[in-house]
């Protein structure tokens, strides 16, 4: 470490030189520790919101208008699930992905010593911690904690005490760490990739977060605005949103939506990389069909920006927007299906190597498959006004969300952690609490899909009697779920103190992370490489 000339050199003293300690990460701009400092803050609030679940699962142990409330009154309920939907959206699974894994990994699989701007990546996750803070403030000023279900819909958002115009200027606020990231990930894929590292020749991780983040670019600033104009109507009653002012409140639902279903993809796009990262890994067999997925990928981020009318059906949007709005939806689940067709295709008669992080993906499978099928059932027009708002939605976008890119975060977690830390953990307990987690989850949201088409409404906290031997076995099944959580979080981090040194490349993976050694050294490469191969050719 001697020439100063060496961009190695020039690196380390960037990064390393200047702060040790608390300062040494707060101000740090190494795209590494900038998503070690999401995952921690990441995983912080997953387990607020984790447990606001739990507590609402035990509110649903027994019907609370005929033996009184069992946990919580109507109100609380209320600012419970609206608080659990909008940490769980805007603080875990849409930042999730991208900003841990593509933080860390991005520059690495394309060869590169950081993003493109590493001072405007700290930034990022200021803008982060920034609006989780005012949501926080939030609930515990003005008219108290929001109560308008994480979708905030207009009028009642608009007429509720209930502190709304801080809780959404927070919202407004991570925008802009979501804008930043993408901004980040889009000129590091076009300007830092390896020498020889052509556009088809990169991880689909890498084209996963690049489709993702034109949509953050594009969609993010429609639900800032919209937010904004919330604040605007409440303040200043202008007459935006508000019918008794002239305003429409059905403009709110198109805007919010138009930014909240491509946002889905957000959710997903990174997620489905990663699985063509895993399976190839562990089949030992280049990817089947790798540039259908590459492309998959940005026409799912397309159409995706045209469905957003599937959450009015039952509004009162006009006949012909529903049919079209309808059959668009049924054409999203085509480029879905090119990926899932491609990822069983590399398994078939592959000697799959059965490693924990290839067990996430059997799960993952399972469970978002169960869950796009549904999606099918609520874009069907006549079926969706039977299960619109009710049980049937909170259940298929749990298994979408959470079964979808929840699983995956757990499952990159499993595939990374031992790049990530050096460490190797325990792949018995690994496994034992991924059973618990998918059964758990099974029971859990399955029992509301029956529950749904039985007519259970959501955002409801008392219910007929009629339901109560489901909700008793949904609610255990959130228990046995949870168990599993904290099993694969608590195993990481026992891990994290006892594990074993981890060699470079414990899976035999061949993309170039698993070049280096574990953890990365700050500059990333000695020197950079030269490709002259895909991604996931094996000689
Ligand atoms: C970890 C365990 C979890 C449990 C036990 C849980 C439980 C629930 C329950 C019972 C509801 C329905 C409330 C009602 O309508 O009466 C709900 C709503 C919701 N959950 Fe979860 N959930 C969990 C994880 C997640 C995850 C990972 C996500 C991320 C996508 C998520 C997102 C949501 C959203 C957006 C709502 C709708 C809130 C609203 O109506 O405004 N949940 N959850
Ligand atoms: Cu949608």
Redesign the pocket.
């Given at each position: 470490m001697n020439s100063q000339s060496d961009t190695k050199y020039i690196h380390y003293l960037q990064y390393r030189g200047k702060f040790k300690g608390i300062p040494g990460w707060l101000l740090t701009t190494d795209h590494k520790k900038i998503g070690l400092l999401y995952l921690i803050a990441m995983i912080t609030f997953?387990l607020v919101?984790?447990s606001?679940?739990?507590l609402?699962?035990l509110e649903?142990l027994k019907p609370s208008s005929t033996k009184g409330s069992t946990l919580m009154s109507a109100q609380t309920?209320n600012a419970?699930?609206?608080l659990?939907?909008?940490i769980?959206?805007f603080l875990?699974?849409i930042p999730g992905i991208p900003a841990v894994f593509g933080n860390f990994f991005l520059p690495i699989m394309l060869g590169a010593r950081d993003v493109s701007f590493p001072k405007i990546n700290l930034l990022s996750w200021y803008f982060y911690i920034a609006g989780a803070v005012i949501v926080l403030i939030s609930l515990h000023t003005g008219g108290g904690p929001i109560d308008?279900?994480?979708?905030f819909y207009v009028p009642y958002s608009i007429r509720t005490t209930a502190n709304v115009s801080l809780a959404v200027f927070g919202a407004f606020v991570l925008g802009f760490s979501s804008i930043l990231t993408a901004i980040n990930f889009i000129t590091t894929i076009h300007h830092l990739r390896a020498p020889g590292m052509k556009w088809f020749k990169m991880p689909l991780f890498a084209w996963g977060l690049y489709a993702t983040g034109w949509i953050q670019i594009l969609a993010t600033p429609v639900i800032g605005i919209t937010l904004l104009l919330v604040i605007l109507e409440r303040t200043l009653g202008v007459g935006i949103f508000d019918p008794a002012l002239g305003g429409d409140p059905l403009l709110y639902q198109h805007l919010f939506w138009i930014y909240s279903h491509p946002a889905v993809y957000i959710?997903i796009l990174p997620a489905m990389g990663l699985v063509s990262e895993i399976i190839p890994t562990f089949t030992k067999k280049n990817i089947f069909g790798y540039s259908a997925i590459a492309v998959s990928s940005l026409a799912i981020a397309f159409v995706g920006y045209l469905v957003w009318g599937h959450h009015m059906f039952t509004s009162g949007i006009s006949d012909t927007s529903r049919a079209i709005f309808s059959f668009l939806t049924f054409v999203v689940a085509i480029p879905s299906g090119v990926k899932v067709f491609n990822w069983v295709a590399t398994m078939y008669k592959a000697s799959i190597d059965p490693r924990t992080p290839f067990l996430f993906i059997m799960a993952f499978i399972v469970l978002f498959s169960i869950g796009g099928l549904t999606g099918l059932v609520l874009g069907a027009l006549d079926t969706n006004i039977h299960v619109t708002d009710t049980?049937f939605v909170?259940a298929h976008?749990?298994y979408v969300?959470?079964g979808g890119?929840?699983t995956l975060f757990f499952g990159g977690l499993y595939y990374w952690f031992p790049k990530m830390f050096g460490k190797l953990f325990n792949e018995k307990i690994a496994n034992t609490g991924l059973i618990l987690f998918v059964t758990g989850f099974n029971v859990?949201?399955f029992t509301?899909f029956i529950m749904g088409y039985q007519g259970m409404?959501?955002?409801?906290?008392t219910y007929l009697a009629e339901f109560q031997t489901l909700q008793v076995i949904?609610t255990i099944g959130?228990w046995i779920?949870?168990s599993g959580?904290l099993i694969l979080l608590g195993n990481l981090v026992y891990a994290l103190f006892r594990g074993r040194k981890a060699p470079d490349n414990p899976w035999g993976g061949t993309t170039l992370e698993w070049t280096i050694p574990s953890p990365p050294p700050v500059y990333n490469f000695e020197k950079i490489p030269v490709i002259t191969k895909g991604p996931y050719e094996r000689n």
């Open positions: 997953f919101a984790m606001l679940g739990f609402m699962k649903m309920y419970v699930f609206t659990h939907g909008v769980m959206i875990f699974i308008t279900g994480w979708t959710m049980y909170v976008f749990h969300m959470f890119m929840g859990l949201y509301m409404p959501r955002r409801y906290y949904s959130s779920m949870i959580i």
